[in-house]
């Protein structure tokens, strides 16, 4: 009688964990949804999006580009917690002027050449003027993020194949031009 218990949730088990995650996809789409709502909004109000902040004193990715306290008006009062990172902010980045090292630089957005496509090698685009997307905001993923070296080898967000389910470590993303992952 044990061992068919055994059996059993042996069987289950996989089963419960794939729809543990995919229930925490589902909150994460929601969740993005709102917050590109949030941003359109602000970009509405103040015609650009508000700046995204990365410091390359910290070089794990679960640091990177929190999302800006001023979106949170256009929220509500409490903060968007990634449910694939605990304690931790959904990421959000915009090309152009930001907070590097708690100063205001340059932010570079790398993006396809081939943009929608997603085929080819990326391009820098340093000004909301010349890219083709304006902001991207994202998930880690059910992987929990990957190092930061990978971060920069991939150049996340914006290309497909960093994507999750496409990558098994991939993020969750929505970009300013509706598209997204699936």
């Not at 931790?88 to 340059?106: E, F, H, Q, V």
């Not at 990326?122 to 993923?141: E, L």
């Not at 993020?145 to 496409?166: A, E």
Request: glycine letters at 6%; aromatic letters at 14%.
């Amino acid at each position: 009688m044990i061992a068919v218990i055994a059996i059993i949730t042996a069987l289950l088990l996989p089963v419960l964990t794939r729809a543990k995650t995919q229930s925490k996809v589902a909150r994460v789409h929601v969740e993005l949804k709102q917050i590109a709502d949030a941003l359109q909004m602000y970009c509405d109000e103040w015609g650009k999006p508000p700046l995204a902040n990365a410091s390359c004193q910290q070089v794990d990715i679960m640091n990177y580009y929190e999302l800006p306290k001023s979106l949170y008006k256009y929220i509500a009062t409490k903060r968007f917690y990634d449910p694939f990172n605990p304690g931790r902010t959904y990421k959000y980045i915009a090309p152009g002027l930001g907070y590097i090292n708690n100063s205001i630089g340059k932010i570079t957005l790398y993006i396809p050449s081939d943009y929608p496509a997603s085929t080819k090698d990326c391009v820098p685009y340093k000004s909301q003027k010349t890219s083709p997307i304006k902001w991207v905001v994202w998930s880690v993923g059910p992987s929990g993020g990957c190092s930061y070296f990978t971060f920069c080898q991939d150049l996340m967000p914006v290309p497909k194949r960093c994507w999750y389910p496409y990558y098994e470590k991939g993020i969750i993303a929505r970009l300013s031009d509706g598209r997204k992952s699936p």
